[in-house]
């Protein structure tokens, strides 16, 4: 399956079959783009676009962000769904189309997948599981790009070895798959681990203690840097008030922790892995701490120092709150993450922050209110080739069995998709899905020489907009939307 086409190519008419209701022969589709479509620039990564609204049973609750497949498809997981409502692996392309569930978990091959998938460098798919296997602590496996050659790498024991896989995998420079869990048991406060493609070969690396010199629970992403040293952050550790750190590991097995959180003014808690930049220094965040208590974006160079926090989040109502991503760098060189909150909202934000800690930005909250057709919780993001950012949200959506979405922030709106053209009734039936907060007309004609305007609606939110074209169709009609 090859998912290289680009996102910004206009849909062609589409012609739909008509029932055998009397009055109607055909009836046609036309999504229809009102301005030209122009260069592509960071900056304004404002129109949010939803690709796929998950939906019970199908799948839902998306539990790590996106990764690009070697075939330009957008690979993912959701905790829920499925033939046994224990999470999928699913793919679709970069404008929404050609989604495809590729792995229903059973609980023996794993559960509630939770974590961001790595795409190896010969694009085979590797991933964990929360739970299931056997022990129910969690699995690592690996599947190929069309969905064939699942296979379970390992199954955590709990103690020594493990349990509860945390973050998404890396492809070390050896060609070993490296991870990390978030426990043990009372003296285990998480290890980091290292298994071979072909399920071999299993090893801990490292297993942490919680002592004053050592970190417990480690979040997020490890990373290997240039020098082939790994880094990662550990949530609580490193002192008596358990501030957290970052920790280091050298090739030679040599562990140290090159900084340890909780001074004033300083981040606490750091929530996710950490960012090699283009300029070499490493970046990350804080899910508490700092001036405004509630998290922080901070940097260092690899062995800890020209340390400096560069953004301290706000406790204020317009303000976002609780980072709780690993930081991207987009193509203009910024650096873009995702919130859990906004002021004292449980809804979520993304933001961008120029590498010196100028030109914050808050560029999308989920909501300023929460119901349950709000999306909230965002996991991380994806810098996508052409200045886009793409990223998926656990909750939300638009009813009690939706659960979060795959979307995209991009400098233009998506052009808009006539999903479905239903008879009944009393008339016809419309879904289209389109970038939110922007007007859509609905048009239709009889001729595609003269078109009406059938009504004018705000995108909501989640994108999806419905309408009902009430009366006796016409023989043929063909509908197009016009964005404002």
Known sequence: MNFSSKAYIPHQPQFISGSKARSVARLALLVHLCCALQPLFVQAQTNFTVLKLFQLPDAGVPGGGLAEGKDGGLYGVTAAGGVSNMGTVFVLRSDGSGYRTLKSFVGTDGMTPWSTLLVSSNGTLFGTTYSGGRSNYGTVFKISPSGTGFQVLHEFAGGSDGKIPSGALIEGRDGGIYGMTDSGDSTTRGTIYRVNPAGTGYSVVHAFTGGPDDGQQPKGRLLQTRTGTLFGTATFGGGTKQPGVVFRLEPDGLYWLPHVFGSAGDGSQPSAGLLQASDGMLYGVTARGGAGTVGTVFKMDEYGGNYSVLLSFQRIATDAQVPNSELVEGTDGALYGTTACYGDINSGTVFRLMKDGSGYAVLHVLATSVSVSDFTTPN??????????????QYGGGGPDTGGCAYMLSPLPLPPKILSITLGGGGV??????????????LRSTNLSSWSVLNTVLSPPNGQLGWTNAGSPEPAAFYRLRQH
């Open 429 to 442: 039936s419309i879904q289209s899905a389109a970038t939110s907060g922007i007007y859509y007309d609905l």
């Open 380 to 393: 991380g993001l994806l810098a996508g080739r052409e200045g886009s950012l793409f990223g998926t949200i």
